[in-house]
């Protein structure tokens, strides 16, 4: 089209020049010929309209805008002038349009190894949602936007798990998370039928979890010990916990009570068959059996304590998790990397364990 355009109005600024020499006499000659000829062409024309092509509108309504409407009436045209005038109309318009583009891209797309990367984690790890994987990406110091992870991974056909929103009840926990600790006794079956319990509490403000025992036959011996060894672990790591939440489960003796009141906590608890009362620890007995037991064949009481050893430590180190900006409880969340050479030669490295059933990135040294 804009070959077209200047070839006509290289030819018609030769045609105005031929126009200089020429008397009025042979102007007024030449324009009644013309006309004449349009009123040849119209009346063999019938009801049918000529096409014009977009140069030929561009030059027209280029050639004829600067005269009034009035004198455009009086002209012969092959068109009506408002015609003339709309073609005008739209070639200013396109014009202010390809003005007003925007000379910059858009936002860059995502580096193709980051891409990989996010695949990667969805691949070897099917449980996982975005939420997670980015909280992943966080942990390796990778920057980059949860819903980009999701539009990666919608993308690929891979369909993310959905977000959980938080409750009234958790809301108000995390206010007073700092204070609180949460307390519970989980389950488990061994291949030959026997039942292992396991004891474990929480810290709400950190996120912290302690694996107290696991034991076949729960006395009260047994865990009023745990309530003793778990007084002493929070003096020694200088826990600040001044409310305990727990169950009415039988398997607590009043002592156990007794040796916490005396360690300056007030035990709280949960009402009959409630147990989004105690949702932080019922929510990390579901990870621990998602991501842990219900992907593990557990042999034997001291099995079940190295496993929950092992989960304990990487729960503790590395998991990332959304309360703590995608920290872990005994690491905060990392700088992310804003170097684009570094971004462009990601050499991340899968740390195994349990023989591969957790899963730990790291990146190469």
């Known amino acids: 089209m804009l070959l077209r355009l200047a070839y006509l109005a290289v030819a018609n600024a030769f045609a ?59 002209m012969r045209l092959v068109v009506r002038p408002d015609t003339v005038l709309r073609w005008h109309r739209d070639l200013v318009r396109r014009r202010h349009v390809a003005a007003s583009r925007r000379k910059r891209p858009g936002r860059p797309p995502t580096v193709r190894s980051i891409r990989v990367l996010v695949l990667r984690l969805a691949r ?7 939420r997670r994987i980015h909280g992943e990406l ?11 992870v999701w539009k990666i991974l919608k993308e690929a056909g891979v369909d ?12 108000f926990l995390r206010s007073q998370a700092e204070a609180v600790l949460a307390l519970d006794f989980f389950e488990t079956v061994t291949p030959n039928g026997q039942r292992q319990y396991v004891l474990a509490a929480i810290e709400h403000g950190t996120r912290r979890v302690r694996i107290l025992g696991a034991t076949p ?61 105690n949702a932080v ?33 990487h729960y503790n180190e590395h998991r990332p998790h959304r309360t703590l900006d995608q920290g872990a409880p005994l690491r905060p969340a990392p ?31």
Not at 160 to 171: H, M
Not at 289 to 309: G, S, V, Y
Not at 335 to 361: A, F, K, S
């Open 124 to 130: 070897e790890n099917p449980a996982w949602g975005y």
């Open 16 to 74: 105005a020049l031929r126009l200089l020499p020429m008397s009025n006499r042979d102007k007024d000659a030449e324009i009644l010929a013309l006309r004449h000829q349009i009123t040849v062409l119209e009346r063999q024309l019938g009801d049918r309209r000529p096409r014009f092509d977009p140069p030929d509108r561009a030059m027209l309504a280029a050639l004829l805008h600067p005269l009034p409407r009035k004198m455009l009436r009086r």
């Open 335 to 365: 700088e992310p990397i804003t170097d684009p050479d570094e971004l462009q030669r990601l050499r991340v490295r899968r740390h195994d364990r349990l023989g591969g059933i957790l899963h730990e990135y790291r990146h190469a040294a």
């Open 138 to 148: 966080a942990a390796l110091k990778i920057r980059v936007a949860a819903s980009t």
């Open 160 to 171: 993310p798990a959905p977000a959980r929103g938080a409750t009234t009840r958790s809301a």
């Open 217 to 277: 036959h729960p006395t009260a011996t047994w865990v009023t010990q745990a309530a003793r060894n778990l007084v002493m672990d929070l003096e020694d790591a200088g826990a600040k916990a001044k409310f305990l939440i727990r169950d009415r489960d039988g398997k607590f003796p009043v002592l156990f009570d007794e040796i916490l009141v005396d360690a300056g906590m007030r035990v709280l608890l949960t009402g009959v068959r409630v147990p989004r009362m």
């Open 281 to 313: 620890m019922e929510r990390w007995v579901r990870t621990c059996r998602h991501e842990l037991l219900d992907r593990t064949l557990i042999w034997n009481q001291r099995h079940l304590l190295h496993a929950l050893r092992e989960f304990e430590q």
